[in-house]
């Protein structure tokens, strides 16, 4: 496998998208998506070769809770184009190269909220299953691997590493076996020697291997060695909680199974992590070049933290702790677990990634779950999170000093784009 000559296509002949970012604020501003909706499927009616509109009418299909639909949807914009332009702000920054999996909003990492308010363009380019590249590639100053850790991407990552070992401009990520060595049932094993990173072990099973265990025929340390009720389950690839259980006998794994459609599993031992006010925290926090930077911190009464059923936006002494946190992360945080955060950035080794962590009450830091497609964001309301918009401007300005640092020529990046 080869890489590809990278002649410069007519940028005349690549489809614009409005972006995931500019059409995600949409959604989460509560706007009603229907008329953007009408108008894509206008567009797309009286141009089916129109790959711009089909593939923003994907995004907005799935962004309203259509998964099935807007991936239909995709794969309609795919026939038509593997690569597709957004431009931010004036377009005069760096020239971007993001390859990507086809698939949902967890197959890729979400960098265009990473270059929300700056002046980057990025060419999306989509890999077919043998991860061979577009020809002619898009004139760019830096590319990004942008494709996730999932089943559904694990062989194309496996293959694409290939690829990026003969990449001409320099590549964030360009490792991307070390994207697939972050799977829930890989990354507890990186940590399995330290004395302040808790990564608790995950195994993957399959419905057949978790029935004798629901009807008492098999003991739980098979499955899970030196474990013990209560665990937590989980449909394999499942995010934000959906399917997520806390099983504390094997009558609830029964019942939990019975309710469940689905065939492959990950099962853990439930940490608990609770503070000393009994309130449990999730921080999820982002790796940038081997910083680490608090995108944000959930705080609830329930064990299945997220940000969202966390009650942040009702609860004032809650976004309080979270802007005093954000405040003083490097000092505070980032100095207690100073030498925890440098073993997981150096454990991972990746440019760019993200993981959910909590804090033990003795004093270790609890790993959830890590990746590079976990959404990192500014569209919180300022009115309500003013300290959001000034954190995230601070993770997005490392992520384009990093660009920057690669590229080697900071005159590409507007000085002023992320004020």
């Known amino acids: 496998m080869t890489n590809p000559v990278p002649l410069v296509p007519d940028e005349a002949s690549i489809p614009d998208t409005a972006g995931l970012a500019k059409l995600a604020r949409l959604i989460y501003s509560g706007a009603d998506p229907g008329p953007i909706i009408a108008e894509l499927s206008s567009r797309a009616s009286a141009d089916p070769e129109d790959a711009g509109a089909l593939m923003d009418l994907s995004m907005i299909v799935q962004l309203a809770g259509d998964r099935t639909q807007g991936l239909v949807i995709q794969s309609l914009a795919l026939e038509s184009s593997h690569l597709y332009r957004c431009v931010h702000g004036n377009g005069t920054g760096l020239r971007v190269l993001a390859l990507q999996a086809p698939g949902d909003f967890m197959a890729n990492t979400p960098l265009d909220f990473l270059f929300d308010g700056s002046d980057v363009t990025v060419h999306y380019a989509y890999l077919p299953d043998n991860a061979a590249l577009p020809a002619p590639l898009p004139d760019h100053d830096v590319a990004f691997m942008g494709v996730a850790e999932s089943d559904a991407n694990r062989d194309l990552l496996q293959r694409v590493a290939e690829v990026l070992v003969t990449f001409r401009k320099p590549v964030i990520n360009s490792d991307a076996r070390l994207i697939v060595q972050i799977a829930r049932d890989r990354l507890w094993k990186l940590f399995q020697a330290s004395s302040r990173v808790l990564a608790p072990r995950n195994s993957r099973v399959n419905r057949a291997e978790l029935t004798p265990l629901a009807t008492n025929i098999a003991s739980l340390g098979a499955l899970l060695p030196d474990a013990h009720f209560p665990i937590l389950v989980r449909p394999v690839d499942s995010h934000a909680g959906h399917g997520l259980g806390k099983i504390n006998d094997s009558?609830?794994?029964?019942?939990?199974?019975?309710?469940?459609?689905?065939?492959?599993?990950?099962?853990?031992?439930?940490?608990?992590?609770?503070?000393?006010?009994?309130?449990?925290?999730?921080?999820?926090?982002?790796?940038?070049?081997?910083?680490?930077?608090?995108?944000?911190?959930?705080?609830?009464?329930?064990?299945?933290?997220?940000?969202?059923?966390?009650?942040?936006?009702?609860?004032?002494?809650?976004?309080?702790?979270?802007?005093?946190?954000?405040?003083?992360?490097?000092?505070?945080?980032?100095?207690?677990?100073?030498?925890?955060?440098?073993?997981?950035?150096?454990?991972?080794?990746?440019?760019?990634?993200?993981?959910?962590?909590?804090?033990?009450?003795?004093?270790?830091?609890?790993v959830f779950e890590g990746g590079t497609g976990m959404i990192v964001h500014a569209m919180d309301p300022a009115d309500l999170f003013p300290y959001k918009q000034i954190q995230m401007r601070k993770i997005f300005h490392a992520f384009a000093a990093m660009l920057e640092r690669r590229v080697g020529n900071a005159s590409h990046f507007s000085p002023n784009a992320l004020h």
């Open 251 to 366: 009558g609830e794994l029964s019942a939990y199974l019975a309710a469940s459609d689905v065939d492959d599993f990950y099962i853990a031992p439930y940490i608990d992590y609770r503070s000393r006010d009994n309130k449990f925290r999730k921080y999820r926090i982002v790796f940038i070049d081997g910083a680490a930077y608090l995108a944000h911190l959930a705080i609830s009464d329930d064990w299945m933290v997220h940000y969202l059923n966390a009650g942040m936006h009702e609860s004032a002494d809650k976004r309080d702790e979270e802007a005093e946190c954000m405040a003083h992360f490097d000092d505070d945080f980032g100095t207690r677990h100073r030498i925890a955060l440098g073993e997981i950035a150096s454990k991972v080794g990746l440019d760019y990634f993200a993981v959910d962590c909590a804090e033990t009450q003795d004093g270790r830091i609890l």
